[in-house]
């Protein structure tokens, strides 16, 4: 048990926890014999997802209407954004 938490506190929860997340996946990518371009990309492309999703809430959390009202509100907000900057090409 302390090898365990020796790495756990070398590495840190988070590197470890993605480290066995990438290892997993080239197994089942090469078990199940998927194109590794393809899985790559779908995991930063749901990462991304997943970020302006996570930042969406920020808001509604700093300013106290809490996660059940702010989440949709925030996700709406997001993704209404997010849909504008794509179809006006903003950077």
């Known amino acids: 048990m302390s090898k ?35 899985t790559i990309s779908q995991c930063i492309a749901r990462t991304g ?18 996660m059940n009202f702010g989440l949709p509100l925030g996700i709406c907000c997001g993704l209404v954004s997010g849909l504008i900057s794509l179809e006006y090409n903003l950077t």
């Open 49 to 66: 997802i997943n970020m302006v999703l996570a930042y969406s809430m920020v808001p509604a959390i700093k300013s106290g209407i809490g």
């Open 4 to 38: 365990v938490r020796f790495v756990i506190d070398k590495i840190g929860l988070p590197r470890l926890i993605v480290s066995v997340f990438l290892i997993i996946l080239l197994i089942v990518v090469a078990v199940f014999d998927l194109s590794l371009s393809m």
